[in-house]
């Protein structure tokens, strides 16, 4: 399976994503969920127009640090930098666009971030 990067900015209308590996292939929307249907089409076309088949593929989501907080509100930063073992007011500056992380922080805090998303997929509610 085709494993595709879709660089994501916000923009005043919405979102607008880039792949990494077909730069002719970009799309927009007003939502994230809209934007991955959108550029999920634009492949298809892509491929139509190539006279190839679509290949079976992923999208994995880039976007920078302040993007992903405004996306993800519901993150306590503070809870998450104490997991990381960061400073929580450095964390809230890097959500804010006051400052930027290094590649090094933006790997630590991107590990974390995966981890608790292993967590919480591997988790089994039951009702009481």
């Known amino acids: 399976m085709?494993?595709?990067?879709?660089?994501?900015?916000?923009?005043?209308?919405g979102f607008w994503g880039q792949l990494d590996?077909?730069?002719?292939?970009?799309?927009?929307g007003e939502s994230?969920?809209?934007?991955?249907?959108?550029t999920t089409e634009a492949i298809a076309i892509y491929f139509e127009e190539l006279g190839k088949p679509v290949p079976e593929f992923e999208l994995d989501l880039v976007m920078d640090i302040q993007e992903f907080f405004k996306l993800n509100d519901y993150i306590n930063i503070t809870?998450?930098?104490?997991?990381?073992?960061?400073?929580?007011?450095?964390?809230?500056?890097?959500?804010?666009?006051?400052?930027?992380p290094s590649v090094k922080q933006v790997a630590k805090i991107e590990k974390e971030i995966r981890?608790?998303?292993?967590e919480l997929s591997s988790?089994?509610?039951?009702?009481m």
């Open 79 to 100: 809870t998450l930098a104490n997991r990381i073992g960061m400073n929580s007011s450095l964390l809230r500056q890097y959500s804010k666009g006051i400052k930027f």
């Open 123 to 127: 988790t089994e509610l039951q009702p």
């Open 115 to 118: 981890k608790i998303g292993k």
């Open 2 to 13: 085709k494993q595709y990067k879709l660089i994501i900015e916000k923009n005043e209308h």
């Open 21 to 28: 590996k077909l730069k002719s292939v970009f799309s927009s």
């Open 32 to 38: 994230i969920t809209e934007l991955i249907e959108n």
